[in-house]
């Protein structure tokens, strides 16, 4: 299969960075992915319940983890925080 660039902020931003193993779907790359249908999205967020999630997200894959399955969370955590560094670390 071959690659497929995310020609979005994404590859740009972590080509800058001298992130090598971001932008690009490809195996053994990080994987931080939302599936959404532009036209559901919407906010279910209030000042007084700000910890909403929205509609219309049915999935969110954070380091190739899927969080959000199905609208609800897995409780998974597999973020991390991304620090610049010498070429391919990570």
Known sequence: ????????AEG??????????RGVIREG?????TIF???AVTENATFDDPHRYP?????????????V?????????PGRVLRRGPRGTR
């Open 69 to 77: 399955d199905g609208g609800e969370h897995s409780g998974a955590l």
């Open 29 to 33: 790359y990080w994987a931080d992915l």
């Open 37 to 39: 249908d532009p036209a």
């Open 12 to 21: 740009r931003s972590a080509a800058m960075l001298g992130l090598v193993d």
């Open 55 to 67: 509609a219309g997200i049915p999935t969110v894959i954070v380091n190739g983890v899927v969080v």
């Open 1 to 8: 299969m071959d690659d497929v660039l995310i020609r979005g």
